[in-house]
C-alpha cells in the first residue's frame, strides 16, 4: 500500500515483536470491510442483528474484566517525571518499552496483524493528523472504520513523511493485572496491550485526540479538549457555535444532539451537532477560536439513550452500528439497555452473555443485575445522525461564541454562571468537579477534581496545560465567552431539580444572549449568574421562577469548603499550577467572604 520507509521499518519492527501469521492492510473499501464483519461473525466475535429492525448492526461482547477506561493503568511515559506531571501515572520510557515488549512478544501469533491507516481531522485539511494503528481485533478494526476516517487516501496523504501516530495494540491474553495504556508523546507513539475495550484500544480517541494531541498542541500552539461542539440555529438561520467539556458519561452526546423544546421547535430554532466527544480547536485569521471534531463517530453510552432523552442518538443507531456490552433480545435478535423504554425484554441474555431476569433488576447493583452494562457503548456513523452539521466536514472547522464547563454536581454549583474574562474563565475550568460516572474503572458518585474534563486525558504536566490555556487567550482577540453549567443539582430527596435533556437549551439561550449582549446579568462573588426571570421557563411544568432562583443561588459555605479543597487539588499538580489562577483563587476566596 505504500513505499513509505518510516512506515514500513516501524511495521517490521513491531511484526517481528508481536509474530503475526500475516499482515493485512485496511483499506476502507465496503468489500474488505463486509469481509471482516463476516469473520467476525464466523468468530463469535459480533452477533449479526435482526437484519429487518437493524440493518448492517451487530452485537459484541468484552471480556467481563474489561468494561471500561483503566485510569490507573493509563500512563504517560515522557523522558522527566515532571513532563508528565503529578496527576498522571509516569513511568520511564524505556522501562515501559522493555517491560510492554515483554507482553507483546509472540501475542500476535496465530493471528492477523490489521494495519489501519486512520486521519483525525478530514483527511488533508490543515487541522488533520494521521495516525496508524497496529492490532490483533477485527472488532477494532471495524470501531475505528466507523470512529475515524480510514483508507488508502490517508496513506497517499502521508506520502513519504514520517509524521504519523504509531499505535500499537494487542488484545493478548486480556489480563488486567497486565493491562497497559501508555504514551510516548516525546515518540508519537501509543502502546495498548491486555484490554479490548473502548478508550483502551480505540486508539484515534482518548490515546492520540486527547493524550498525544494535547501535548501537540501545547508544542504547536493549539487545543486538544475533550468537548463537544454544537451549532443552533436561530430562526433567521443564522448558526452560532458552543464547545461544551463534560466528564464521561455526563451528557456531552445529549448535549450535542439536543432537540429543541416546543416553544423553540415552532419559532424555527435547530441545532446542529459538529461533534459529541473531542474537539481541537485554533485560532483562525479572524482572530476568533474555530473548532472541529476530528472524529467521524459517536462512541456513546447506550443506557439511558431514548426516544426522549435522545432521538437523534437513537436513530443514528439504527444502522450500521456495533453495540458494544448491551442487553441481547433473544425474541427478535436485537439490543436493549436500561432505560431505552419500559419494557425489558423477556427472554435475553445480560451483557455478561448470561441469561438474564429482568426482574431481579437491583438499582444498586447495576454492573451486577442490569440487563445492559452501565457502560455499554454504541458505535455509530456521525453520517447517520439525522441533526449532523453542514460543517461537520468543514475544513477549516466552526467560530465559537462560547466554552462551556459542566460537571455532575448534587450541590454547590449552580445552574450556569459566567466567567469574568478568558482567565477566570480559565479558572473555572480548572476547578472542575464532578461525580464519577460508570466510563472509567473504580468507585462511582464520588466527587473528584476534573479540570476541564481533562484530568484522564492530558498528556503532560496539569500546571503547564493550565499555563498553555492562559497563553492561548493571549492569541485570540476576540475570545469565546466561558460559562459553567450543572444539570445534575439535586433537591433534599436526591431528586434532579432541573428538567435538563432538550430543556438545556433554555440555558445554552441565555448563554448566546449573554455573549451578544442582550441581557443583564448579577454579580456574584463566583461570576455572572442569570437574572431568575431571564431563564425562559415557558412550557415546563413543575418549573417555576422561585425554582430557577433555587438553582441560581450560592451557599458560600460549601463554596469555601469547595476552595479548600481546590488548594489542595492545586497543591497536588505541583509547582506549575500559574500564579495567575492563584490569583483567582484569592479572589474567590475574598469575595466569598465578603
Ligand atoms: O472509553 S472511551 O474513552 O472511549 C469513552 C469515554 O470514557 O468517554
Ligand atoms: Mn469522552
Partial sequence: MTNNKSVLNWINEMAEMVNPDKIVWIDGSEEQTEALRAEACKTGELEPLNAELYPNCYLHRTAVNDVARVENRTFICTRTKEDAGTINNWMDPKECYDKLSKLYKNSY??????????????????????????????????????????????????????????????????????????????????????????????????????????????????????????????????????????????????????????????????????????AWIRVGEDGRLWAVNPENGFFGVAPGTNEHSNYNALMTTKKNCIFTNVCHDLDNNSVWWEGLDNNPPKNALNWRGEKWDYTKYDKADKVGTSGAHPNSRFTAMASNCPCISSEFNSLKGVPLTAIIFGGRRAKTAPLVYESRNWQHGTFVGSIMASETTAAAAGAVGVVRRDPMAMRPFVGYDMGDYFAHWLNMGKKIPNAPKIFHVNWFRTDDEGHFIWPGFGDNMRVLMWILARCAGEVDAVETPIGFVPKAEDINIEGLEDVTVDTIRELLSIDNASWLEDVENIKAFYKQIGERVPAELYDELAILEANLKK
Wanted: charged share 20%; net charge negative; glycine share 10%.
Fill in 109 to 278: 501469533q496465530g493471528k492477523t496483524m490489521y494495519v489501519i491507516p486512520y486521519s483525525m481531522g478530514v483527511v488533508g485539511s490543515d487541522f488533520a493528523k494521521i495516525g496508524i494503528e497496529l492490532t490483533d481485533s477485527i472488532y477494532v478494526v471495524l470501531n475505528m472504520l466507523i470512529m475515524t476516517r480510514v483508507g488508502k487516501n490517508v496513506i497517499d496523504a502521508l506520502g513519504d513523511s514520517a509524521d504519523f501516530v504509531k499505535g500499537l495494540h494487542a488484545v493478548a491474553e486480556c489480563d488486567e493485572e497486565k493491562r497497559y495504556i501508555c504514551h510516548f508523546p516525546e515518540d508519537n507513539t501509543i502502546w495498548s496491550v491486555n484490554s479490548g475495550y473502548g478508550g483502551n484500544v480505540l486508539l484515534g480517541k482518548k490515546c492520540f485526540a486527547l493524550r498525544i494531541a494535547s501535548y501537540l498542541g501545547r508544542k504547536e500552539g493549539w487545543m486538544a479538549e475533550h468537548m463537544l461542539i454544537l451549532g443552533l440555529e436561530n430562526p433567521q438561520g443564522e448558526v452560532k457555535y458552543i464547545s461544551a467539556a463534560f466528564p464521561s458519561a455526563c451528557g456531552k452526546t445529549n448535549l450535542a444532539m439536543l432537540i429543541p423544546p416546543e416553544i423553540y421547535k415552532k419559532a424555527g430554532y435547530k441545532v446542529w451537532t459538529v461533534g459529541d466527544d473531542i
